[in-house]
Nanobody
Framework: QVQLAESGGGLVQAGGSLRLSCAAS????????IGWFRQAPGKEREFVAG????????YYADSVKGRFTISRDNAGITVFLQMNSLQPEDTAVYYC??????????????????WGQGTQVTVSS
């Protein structure tokens, strides 16, 4: 288990950008696969983007490919989600999560064992 904390959410107009951050206090995140998920009211939590545990490659849901970018800082302390060209349908609570499964590209909720508290992203039209 690892304690995660997200930050950077807020209110933005359609077409705007936000950058979310995910950090584990005092611990490197390089030992885990890290994923970003989102959950809109009345909908299931869905995978958005991930960065693999060891190789560090990134992968995305089709709905955000080309608009969102996941990255890690050089120290491996923080994982970012840069969100560009935001649309009202991107409105949700965004969560980061850590995974230790052997799956190359974990993207199921059940692949992740530790979750942050979430940060609200609201995109106005």
């Amino acid at each position: 288990q690892v304690q995660l904390a997200e930050s950077g959410g807020g209110l933005v107009q359609a077409g705007g950008s936000l950058r979310l951050s995910c950090a584990a206090s005092g611990r490197t995140l390089r030992n885990y696969g890290i994923g970003w998920f989102r959950q809109a009211p009345g909908k299931e939590r869905e995978f958005v983007a991930g960065v693999a545990q060891s190789l560090g490659f990134t992968y995305y849901a089709d709905s955000v490919k080309g608009r969102f970018t996941i990255s890690r800082d050089n120290a491996g302390i923080t994982v970012f989600l840069q969100m560009n060209s935001l649309q009202p349908e991107d409105t949700a609570v965004y969560y980061c999560a850590a995974s230790s499964v052997a799956t190359l590209r974990p993207s199921l909720v059940t692949d992740f064992h530790s979750w942050g508290q979430g940060t609200q992203v609201t995109v106005s039209s």
